[in-house]
């Protein structure tokens, strides 16, 4: 039996992305699952284009959020506080743009406001949008920071992400327990060193 190619336009003459149907993103499961060596026709994996397309939906649905606009409602009426704001251990669940796998872990979030703050589950949402559309741990951090910085002009933003990769855990290197941690700092908290010290030893306790 001959397969037709299926080859979608994925992307536009202005690089924009043209989204597959749905039809197209199963046919592509089932290609992977071939390629594995499977038979994506067995009984076992019939209906596993399916769940895999509907994981995707929610491991890849920071792609149609804006944290912009999470962080968009801010209150003035602070009276006074101008002091760290700090969430820890906030749940990443992220995957990796070279191998597309997961990788887990806590974000710690601060920021100093200046005049204004925003609802702190904004913060954790903030990390839950990028978390959720592919990048590097690297790329991940800085994409908190600049949100916050940007919308909030705050005095300072302090990001800490601890995770472990599971492209380095199940592949590659193999290597278990290895866990990466990125931080970006900006404003006071890149030039007041005792600032950035407290955010470390309260984020990592
Ligand atoms: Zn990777």
Redesign the pocket.
């Known amino acids: 039996m001959s397969v037709t190619p299926v080859k979608p336009v994925l992307v536009g003459e202005n690089d924009e992305v043209i989204r597959p149907s749905r039809e197209q993103a199963l046919e592509a499961v089932r290609t992977l699952l071939a390629w594995a060596g499977d038979n994506p026709d067995r009984p076992g994996l019939i209906d596993t284009p399916k769940r895999v397309v509907d994981a995707y939906g929610e491991w890849f649905d920071g792609y149609d959020a804006d944290a912009a606009k999470e962080l968009s409602r801010t209150f003035e009426d602070v009276q006074g506080y101008d002091d760290m704001v700090l969430l820890r251990d906030i749940e990443v669940e992220s995957h990796?743009?070279?191998?597309?796998?997961p990788?887990l872990g806590k974000a710690y979030v601060a920021y100093i406001p200046n005049e204004k703050v925003v609802g702190i589950s904004k913060l954790a949402r903030v990390v839950e949008i990028y978390s959720r559309r592919l990048q590097?741990q690297e790329v991940l951090t800085n994409q908190i920071a600049d949100a916050i910085e940007s919308n909030l002009q705050p005095q300072g933003v302090a990001i800490l992400i601890d995770a472990e990769?599971?492209?380095?855990t199940t592949r590659g290197v193999h290597h278990r327990h290895v866990s990466t941690i990125t931080t970006r700092f900006t404003g006071v908290f890149k030039t007041d060193a005792a600032l950035k010290d407290r955010f470390l030893k309260l984020a990592k306790g």
């Open positions: 990796c743009e070279h191998h597309m796998a990788f590097t990769h599971q492209c380095m």
